[in-house]
């Protein structure tokens, strides 16, 4: 967790450092960052449905968060092996869900069926937020370079006005590119890859807490259930 702040703030100061201080006031170009911001904000809306964009927003919240580790629920799975009944608060949606149904007395057939959906469904949430941060990534640079065509119509419109400032008018065109290719490689790129671990993490959290459920359904003797809780924890 701690590293995503300490890569993003290294990011910045190669980016400070590289561009130049004395420079920075030039790269800031408002129309450049309206078209690269604005523009992928506005694709990133026209190209998702509410709720793969609300599963974005949790994923990227939970990048903030302690990663996935059985340990973190080895007390209620233990608690739950002895009594499978026992009315704890998990915070695991999983073994909360599993808890619900054990209440309705659901035929085992059935609740492997219904957990195994609900454990579909978890894994589906960051699925959708991963696949939507990769689809993300390839908008900024085409805006970038949208941005710099703009930039070079207007420079030649003006070209017989002025043409001692094609030097900086030219400049201030591929700014946008700039943006573009920061945003999108220096950005959004990173957090999809991390977002991408994180997954699979979940991935390997939910099936280990889906077998554990699925042994405790099935009344097995509690010291086994723990034993094999321990084992997977590690």
Not at 8 to 31: D, E, K, P, R, W
Not at 58 to 75: P, Q, W
Not at 78 to 94: I, T
Not at 203 to 225: D, F, G, P, S, W
Request: proline share 3%; hydrophobic share 45%.
């Amino acid at each position: 967790m701690i590293s995503l702040p300490i890569g993003f703030i290294l990011c910045s100061v190669i980016f400070y450092f590289t561009m130049g201080s004395a420079n920075l006031g030039f790269y800031f170009n408002t129309h450049s960052l309206l078209l690269i911001c604005g523009g992928s904000v506005t694709i990133l809306l026209m190209s998702n449905p509410n709720l793969v964009l609300k599963n974005l927003m949790t994923e990227l919240a939970g990048l903030f968060k302690e990663d996935y580790k059985l340990s973190l629920v080895t007390d209620d799975l233990v608690k739950l092996s002895q009594n499978k009944f026992d009315k704890l608060q998990s915070q695991d949606p999983l073994i909360s869900y599993a808890q619900d149904l054990w209440t309705q007395g659901l035929p085992h057939e059935t609740f492997i069926l219904l957990v195994s959906q609900k454990r579909k469904e978890l894994e589906q949430r960051s699925t959708d937020a991963v696949q939507c941060l990769k689809n993300l990534a390839k908008y900024p640079s085409a805006l970038g370079m949208v941005g710099t065509v703009i930039g070079i119509v207007n420079l030649f419109r003006a070209l017989d006005e002025n043409k001692n400032s094609i030097g900086p008018a030219f400049a201030t065109a591929l700014t946008a590119t700039f943006f573009g290719l920061m945003l999108s490689n220096g950005l959004v790129m990173p957090l999809a890859d991390r977002m991408q671990i994180r997954h699979m993490n979940h991935k390997k959290y939910l099936q280990h807490v889906y077998q554990v459920l699925l042994m405790i359904n099935q009344n097995e003797a509690a010291h086994l259930i723990q034993t094999e809780v321990s084992q997977r924890a590690a």
